[in-house]
């Protein structure tokens, strides 16, 4: 007998046909004599809908009624699930974020979440109840109600999933498992059968959209091993485990694209120390995340280079900062691109095998695509081309580095 | 300074207009001076919609699962006023049920509130601050969420009221005030400025659909003095009060009607004790109330007759169940009829002027209207007739007992 945490997404849920599909799911655990806690999301669409409202009200913006609201989503959810699945026989209760409780620090809207108090609810799992968790939320210190953010509800399983010392945290979701590439734009992507927790973080935070960097993060932290999995088929997943656990390293785990990117190039600097701190400081207490950055003096009284990459959202914002700095930072020349898409390649293998650089940059050379910026990490290669060769440079990448199954 | 219960029903916070609008209605009275509570239900059409699910995810149903999903609705209504009052300038925090809080009996889904813990709340009124609270929920000693039952928002606001020992509460509703019967069907009729408790308990019971019954007896029980009056404009309401505070008794207050009657005769019942014990006790055992009861002995050795009034939809079911007791009751004949309405003259100045039945009985007699069936309380007289004869009796008891107002 194994306890098992199951998460599943608005799409998921998003219906009353979806959500006894779910309880049918949930009974393929109790029946296989399983103990099972299930973390649900609002039903696809309801969140978006709360969201909207909360903000069109009024222009000013109290975090913790913002809470309150979009709170009641997950709560419609868990009580239809909780019925669905008393209606094919299984004992179950919903548990809302203050009934357990989820607590969370203070920061509405945002919160972290501190500690969850499992006692009354692993009494009700050994009498073979099954835990219908609302996701997403919990109580503030505040006494209110406090939501995780966007995603929240991934985080919400894997918190839950370490509290109880679940066997497996398996996440639902409307992909089957984690692949080496996005299908959509390589035909040959593989599903994975395994990632280590470090890849899948870098995957996550590169863009592929099947697991919140924040959720992985903490199964990391707390050795919770999670699954990715289909809630339209019985297919296994991707297990998402511990680097030791994984039998058959591969070199490569993926190739990860994020086409979100803006590159800024600002010319002509002084070449004196302060200057990047200068230009950093001020973006980053404008709470703008800088990613990839690249230095250059460009020879004797020419001053330096510096080209950075960052999220597309943010560019106007940096460009007008940087812009209004222009006189106390004394450059030439400031400009802009935003069709640029960050490729990375990622692989727990990459420590041990210094060959991956140099076949990454060979095979892009190859198809004449040109690298504007590089990153690296101890399990990643990251560059900056233009956009226009994204399909090019992720099929090349993928064939050139084995990931390459049957068509 | 005041303390004001003020309560909007699902139609006053039916979409963010109608939200603002309320919002404004709100801070009349802070810019008066006066504290604000204010109860509001779930946004015109949610509650249904909720229902709706929870019936539909399967027919097994479980109460504290409903109470869970449908207590959502108030949720986002209450996250929605208090961000619209703090817009305009007024410092407010929404309070759900469990957060007062507001502790309930167990019967979920038809819960009966049994206190309110107002500390809290009162410091945050005596600070300014508006408490804008989840009408219709509390929570339950298991410590899951508890529903009122339908309409229970106005139940909420008379039972905050109750404990902050309000100087008013204002139930905002459609209409802009309690009238001496129904507009629709009688033109002249007037809306009072002020009617005692037992009438609008009268009143209420027998169709005037502007307060819950069971508001009404709370704030008979607690003596809250309630104020109807309509959202949609600024004109004074009706207020309903103790009898000694109506310095202008009227002798009769208004004409009720309730056409969802239907009306059951026994013929031939053996004229023996037990036999109306034996048939009411069977319905009564089934949950069909019963409301006026005719028993006329026809005469030596020829048997008893019955006739009796209900709500018009148990009647099919009342009448297998009188069926089905055929042959141990002894009766000869069995007969409906649907098309019948009850028409009740109601006022406190009934219990000391002996002439209202009389006017009564004579102004239907004058018209050829046949009188059914007759019950009588001590502030109430009220007439089973046929259905087609509602509307000229309403208007005929309307101008003989001199309620008339100018057309």
């Not at 179950?92 to 500690?115: F, K, M, N, Y």
């Not at 996701?135 to 929240?152: E, K, M, N, V, Y």
């Not at 030439?332 to 140099?358: C, D, F, H, W």
Request: hydrophobic letters at 45%.
């Amino acid at each position: 007998m194994a306890l098992i945490v199951q998460k599943f997404g608005g799409t998921s849920v998003g219906g009353l046909d979806r959500i006894r599909k779910v309880a049918s799911r949930v009974k393929q655990e109790t029946d296989a004599g399983n103990q099972v806690a299930v973390v649900v999301s609002a039903m696809a669409g309801t969140t978006n809908q709360l969201v909207s409202w909360a903000r069109d009200i009024g222009p000013m913006h109290d975090a913790r009624e913002y809470d309150t609201i979009v709170a009641s989503g997950e709560q419609v959810t868990v009580g239809l699930l909780a019925i669905a699945l008393q209606n094919i026989g299984v004992d179950a209760r919903s548990w809302l974020g203050w009934q357990i409780p989820v607590r969370t620090d203070e920061v509405h809207g945002a919160a972290r979440i501190e500690s969850i108090d499992t006692e009354l609810m692993r009494a009700r799992l050994a009498s073979g109840q099954v835990a219908v968790v609302a996701g997403f939320q919990g109580i503030a210190p505040d006494g209110r109600i406090a939501t995780l953010g966007r995603g929240g509800s991934d985080t919400s399983a894997v918190a839950l999933a370490a509290a109880l010392s679940a066997d497996r945290c398996d996440i639902y979701t409307d992909v089957d498992g984690v692949y080496t590439t996005d299908p959509r734009i390589a035909p040959k992507a593989r599903k994975l059968d395994a990632i280590s927790f470090e890849e899948m973080l870098e995957m996550a935070s590169l863009g592929a959209k099947v697991l919140q960097t924040r959720s992985v993060a903490m199964a990391m932290r707390h050795n919770v091993k999670l699954q990715v999995r289909s809630s339209f088929s019985d297919a296994p997943g991707t297990l998402v485990v511990n680097e030791d656990a994984i039998v058959e390293q591969e070199k490569i785990s993926g190739i990860a694209y994020s086409p979100d990117e803006a590159k800024v190039t600002i010319e002509g600097l002084p070449d004196e120390p302060g200057t990047a701190a200068a230009i950093f400081g001020e973006l980053a207490a404008n709470h703008i995340n800088v990613d990839m950055i690249v230095q250059s003096a460009t020879g004797e009284g020419q001053g330096a280079d510096i080209t950075f990459s960052m999220g597309r959202s943010d560019l106007a914002r940096a460009m007008e900062l940087i812009n209004a700095s222009k006189d106390r930072l004394a450059f030439y020349n400031l400009s802009a691109a935003e069709n640029v898409t960050k490729i990375s390649v990622v692989g727990m293998a990459m420590r041990s095998q210094p060959g991956v650089a140099k076949t990454m940059f060979e095979t892009l050379a190859e198809r004449g695509i040109n690298i504007e910026v590089i990153s690296t990490s101890e399990i990643k290669i990251s560059v900056l081309i233009a956009s226009e060769y994204t399909e090019l440079a992720v099929r090349s990448l993928h064939t050139a580095f084995g990931l390459d199954g049957e068509d």
